[in-house]
């Protein structure tokens, strides 16, 4: 193998990278097999194949790809021969690197990386438009004020909590938006880890906005007090 691909600087905020090394070398060993697959990408392969590579066991790679598939950092369509691997936003971060590892940035890079940007600016300026507009939405003021009596801090300008706690209401879980509900549950939950070591440790709505899915991971594992272990379950009175 020859090449390399890039990784994105954000993933120290991903909660595979921060709680689940298992599912992140997998993550990274499918980055580096896509790199040389046709559509870069896409890896055709086996759980097996992925065992072996990683030192692993099949029942330990089916349930890191469950995971990464619950991130929605791949997508899986699975034979009775093979499965098809597909890596999630790639054109977003990678593009087609020199195979002779040239570190001079080609023209296409260049287009592509001003593209990325051009992108990342126009979504970053919608959400704050609709942050702006929706100054009056009462889900997002009530999970605020949730969050706020519940001894959520709110630190920084009242613009960015607003901002994040309102991205968070539309994050997508299993391709629907988190919902109020949810919102206040993972509030719930957060709160409850507090000062637990080995715990995502979440004190604001930023942190949540980036830390969700790894509460998510830990519900899974314990129960906390009258939390339910299913994500989204019922909070009992």
């Not at 590579?53 to 598939?69: D, G, I």
């Not at 990325?116 to 009056?136: E, G, M, P, Q, T």
């Not at 539309?170 to 629907?176: A, L, P, S, T």
């Amino acid at each position: 193998m020859s090449g390399w691909v890039k990784l994105y600087c954000k993933s120290i905020h991903n909660p595979i990278w921060q709680m689940d090394r298992t599912a992140w070398q997998i993550f990274e060993y499918l980055l580096l097999r896509a790199y040389e697959s046709t559509p870069q990408n896409r890896v055709v392969t086996t759980r097996q194949r992925i065992a072996e590579a990683c030192h692993s066991n099949n029942s330990t790679v089916y349930k890191a790809l469950a995971r990464l598939k619950n991130a929605e950092m791949v997508t899986t369509k699975s034979t009775n021969k093979y499965t098809i691997i597909s890596i999630r936003n790639w054109h977003k971060y990678q593009d087609r690197v020199n195979n002779a590892g040239n570190n001079k940035v080609t023209t296409k890079e260049q287009q592509s990386n001003t593209l990325n940007k051009s992108i990342d600016n126009r979504d970053k300026n919608k959400s704050k438009d609709l942050v702006a507009s929706d100054k009056r939405n009462p889900e997002l003021q009530e999970l605020i004020d949730y969050a706020t009596s519940k001894g959520f801090s709110l630190q920084g300008s009242q613009r960015v909590n607003r901002q994040y706690a309102y991205n968070l209401l539309r994050k997508k879980y299993r391709g629907e938006p988190l919902g109020l509900d949810r919102c206040k549950w993972l509030v719930d939950v957060s709160l409850s880890l507090a000062g637990k070591p080995y715990k995502p440790q979440i004190i604001d709505f930023k942190s949540l906005f980036y830390k969700w899915q790894g509460l998510i991971v830990h519900v899974g594992k314990e129960k906390y007090g009258r939390y339910q272990t299913s994500f989204g379950g019922k909070r009992e009175s």
